[in-house]
C-alpha cells in the first residue's frame, strides 16, 4: 500500500525532505488509506434497488433501500440489485436505443423470429419479455450470463410453444394463449435454472407470415372480404326486395277489401231501394207501375233523335224504312 | 542506530503483509477452489465461500466457477430422417460438479466447452438422423385451434408423433450425460433453441404455403358466390310467396263480398221478381236508348194511345 513511500526515503541519505518526514507521510498514507474504507462503509441503495452484501465473497445479507453502513471494502462488498425495476427482452427486432441494459449479438432478427410451426410451415413471431429480478441472490450467484441463458430460454420456449401450433392458429386465434403459455413454462425453466427472474409478462408483438408467403395470407383475407361482400350484397338484394312485395302484397289485400266492402254497401243499398220501392208499390201498384213507365219514357224520349210514329192499322210499312242508314251502332 | 530499528520495524511489517497477502484468500459466492502445491492437488476442492488460509508462496490458487454455465451449440445443418434438412440451434446448461476432475481432465472452462461441443453436436445429429421433422418440431398430439371459417384444409394430412420435442431433447441429455460422467462437469438441461429449414427447402416450403393459402381463398370465394346464390333464390321463393298469397287472399275477400253481394240482391228481388224484371227493363231502357236510335212508334203504345184517340 505504502510500500513506495517507506522504501523510498531511507535509500538517498543526504537527500532530506524538508518538511516531510518519513512519519509523517505514512501517517498520511494511512489516513488517505482509512478514508477510503470509511467511504466504502456507506451505501446508499436506491428506491427500486436491494443491496446484496458479500463478506470476503460470501453472501451475508441483503440490504434494503435507504443509507445502509457495511464494514469497509476489502472485508464486505455490496452489488446492487434493481429488483423493483422491470426489464425486458426483445426478440425478433429491437427499440433502437442506446441505453438497453444488455448488449445483443449481431444476428439477424429473422434467425430470431422465424420458427416452425406445428404443420410444418414458417411464421414470423416476434415479442417482448419483461421480467423482473425476484432472488438477487440466485440472481447474482447461481446462473453465469443470466441475461444470455434468458434469451436462450425464451426462444427455445417460444418455439416448443409454436410448434405445437398450427400456423393459421398462431396467426389468428392463438395469440393470447401462446403468450399465457410462454409465460408459465419460462417461468419453471426460470425456477429450475435458479436464474432468480420473475417473468412479469410475455407481449406478442407481430406474428406474421414470412414475407414471401405475405401476399397470400393477404389473398386469405381478401377472399374473405369477398366472401362477406357477395354474401351483404345478396342479404342487401333480398332487403330491397322483399319487405317491398310485404308491402305490396298489403296494398292488394286491402284493395281486396275495398272492393268487398264497396260491393256489399252497394249490394245492401240496392237492396234496400228496391225494398222501400217495393213497399211504396204495394200500396197502390198500378198507379206506381204506370208512373214509373211514364216517367222512364219521359226520360228516354226526349233524347232519340228520329222517332216514327205509325198508325196501329198500318201495315207492311217495314219495307220502307231505311234501317241502318242513318244509325251507326 | 534508532533509525535502524525503525528500518527493521518496517521490513518486518512489509514481510508480515507479504505472508499474509500470500495465505490468505477469499473464495467468492460464485466460485469453487482447488489448491495445488507445485502442480499437486492439495486436500479437498474449496466449494464454501469466505477468506481461507493457505500455504503462503508454494500453494496456487485455481479458480472455477461454481454457478450454472451457458453451453451455446453451432447452428448445424443436419438431415432428418425424412430427409429434410434443417437448421438446427441448440443450448445446455452445465456446472462443474469436481473442481478437481475437472481441472485434471478439462483444465478450463474453454476446454470443457469444446469437449461439449464435440459431445453434444454430435449427439444431437445423431439424435435428429433418427427421428423425422415432425418429432423435433412437435411436443405434443395437441388439437389446432382455429376459427370455424379458416380450418385448415385436409388435404395434408398432419402427422402425428410418437415422440416429440421434449423426448428427443432428453434423449440427447441421456446420452451426452454419460459421455461427461468422468469430466467433472454435469450437463443439467438441454434444449433446441431454434430449428429452420435451410434455404433450399424453405423456398418449397413457401411455394407449399402459398398454394395452400390459395386454396383457403378459393374456397372462400366458392362459399361467398353459394351462399350469396343460396340468399337469391331464397329471395325469389319468398318473393313468390308473398305475392301468390296476397292474390290467394284478395280472391277470396272478393269472392265473400260477391257472394254476400249475390244474396242481398236475390233476398230483396225475390219478394217480387215480376216488379223488379219491371224496374230492371226501365233501367236497362233508358240506358241504352240514346240520341242514335231510331224509335218506331205504334199508336196503340201506352203513350200514344192518347195521341191517336185524340186525332
Known amino acids: ?329 | 542506530m534508532k533509525k535502524l530499528g525503525g528500518l527493521f520495524i518496517f521490513i518486518l511489517v512489509v514481510a508480515a503483509v507479504i505472508v499474509a497477502t500470500g495465505s490468505l484468500y477469499v473464495v467468492d459466492e460464485t466460485q469453487q477452489v482447488v489448491i495445488t502445491r507445485f502442480g499437486e492437488p492439495i486436500g479437498e476442492p474449496i466449494t464454501t465461500p469466505g477468506l481461507k488460509l493457505k500455504f503462503p508462496f508454494v500453494d496456487t490458487v485455481n479458480r472455477f466457477e461454481k454457478r450454472f454455465l451457458a453451453w451455446d451449440g453451432d447452428r448445424n445443418q443436419l438431415p432428418t430422417k425424412d430427409k429434410r434438412f434443417i437448421y438446427v440451434d441448440t443450448y445446455a446448461r452445465w456446472r462443474i460438479t469436481d473442481p478437481l476432475k475437472f481441472f485434471q481432465r478439462l483444465r478450463d472452462v474453454r476446454g470443457a466447452q469444446s469437449r461439449l461441443d464435440d459431445i453434444l453436436d454430435g449427439e444431437t445429429r445423431n439424435t435428429i438422423a433418427r427421428y423425422h421433422l415432425i418429432e423435433v418440431v412437435r411436443s405434443t398430439n395437441r388439437e389446432f385451434k382455429a376459427n370455424d371459417d379458416l380450418v385448415e384444409s385436409n388435404d395434408r394430412v398432419i402427422e402425428a408423433i410418437t415422440f416429440g420435442r421434449g423426448k428427443l431433447t432428453e434423449e440427447v441429455l441421456a446420452t451426452a450425460q454419460t459421455r461427461v460422467g468422468d469430466l467433472g462437469i454435469e450437463i443439467l438441461d438441454f434444449r433446441f433453441k431454434r430449428l429452420n429449414y435451410v434455404n433450399e427447402v424453405r423456398q418449397e416450403v413457401y411455394a407449399r404455403m402459398i398454394s395452400e393459402r390459395n386454396r383457403i381463398a378459393e374456397k372462400f370465394r366458392a362459399e361467398g358466390a353459394g351462399e350469396a346464390a343460396r340468399i337469391s333464390g331464397e329471395k325469389d321463393k319468398v318473393l313468390k310467396e308473398i305475392q301468390s298469397e296476397a292474390y290467394r287472399d284478395a280472391q277470396i275477400i272478393k269472392g265473400k263480398a260477391d257472394a254476400e253481394a249475390a244474396d242481398l240482391y236475390a233476398a230483396a228481388y225475390n219478394r217480387d221478381p215480376d216488379f223488379y224484371r219491371f224496374m230492371k227493363s226501365m233501367e236497362v231502357l233508358e240506358n241504352t236508348l240514346d240520341s242514335n236510335t231510331t224509335l218506331l212508334l205504334g199508336t196503340d203504345g201506352d203513350l200514344l194511345r192518347y195521341l191517336e184517340r185524340m186525332r
Open chain 1, 1 to 329: 500500500m505504502s510500500d513506495p513511500n517507506i522504501r523510498g526515503v531511507p535509500r538517498p541519505p543526504n537527500f532530506k525532505p524538508p518538511q516531510f518526514s518519513p512519519r509523517w507521510i505514512l501517517t498520511a498514507a494511512l489516513g488517505i488509506v482509512v478514508l477510503v474504507m470509511v467511504f466504502s462503509m456507506g451505501h446508499s441503495i436506491q428506491p427500486e434497488e436491494l443491496g446484496v452484501v458479500t463478506t470476503f465473497g460470501s453472501y451475508s445479507r441483503t440490504i434494503e433501500p435507504g443509507f445502509r453502513v457495511t464494514w469497509p471494502a476489502p472485508i464486505q462488498k455490496v452489488q446492487k440489485v434493481p429488483v423493483q425495476r422491470q426489464l425486458k427482452q426483445e426478440f425478433g427486432f429491437r427499440t433502437v436505443r442506446a441505453d438497453t441494459r444488455s448488449q445483443f449479438d449481431s444476428r439477424s432478427f429473422a434467425e430470431e423470429s422465424l420458427m416452425l410451426t406445428g404443420d410444418l410451415n414458417v411464421a414470423e413471431v416476434s415479442w417482448i419479455t419483461q421480467y423482473r429480478i425476484d432472488d438477487p441472490f440466485k440472481y447474482l450467484f447461481k446462473v453465469d450470463r443470466v441475461s444470455h441463458t434468458f434469451r436462450d430460454m425464451n426462444e427455445a420456449i417460444m418455439r416448443a410453444v409454436i410448434g405445437d401450433r398450427s400456423v393459421t392458429e398462431v396467426l389468428t386465434v392463438g395469440r393470447q394463449e401462446i403468450a399465457s403459455e410462454v409465460e408459465v413454462r419460462l417461468q419453471e425453466l426460470c425456477d429450475s435454472y435458479e436464474t432468480g427472474i420473475k417473468v412479469d409478462q410475455i407481449v406478442l408483438q407481430d406474428v406474421t407470415p414470412p414475407d414471401e408467403v405475405k401476399p397470400s395470407f393477404n389473398e386469405v383475407n381478401q377472399a374473405q372480404q369477398e366472401k362477406e361482400r357477395l354474401i351483404n350484397e345478396a342479404r342487401s338484394e333480398f332487403n330491397r326486395i322483399i319487405p317491398r312485395a310485404r308491402g305490396e302484397a298489403q296494398q292488394v289485400l286491402q284493395e281486396a277489401e275495398g272492393y268487398a266492402t264497396n260491393r256489399v254497401n252497394r249490394a245492401k243499398g240496392d237492396a234496400a231501394l228496391f225494398n222501400e220501392l217495393l213497399s211504396a208499390y204495394k200500396r197502390a201498384p198500378d198507379v206506381t207501375r204506370r208512373r214509373i213507365y211514364l216517367e222512364a219514357m219521359q226520360d228516354i224520349y226526349p233524347t232519340i233523335k228520329t222517332k216514327v210514329v205509325i198508325d196501329a192499322d198500318l201495315k207492311g210499312l217495314l219495307p220502307l224504312l231505311n234501317l241502318g242508314g242513318e244509325t251507326k251502332p
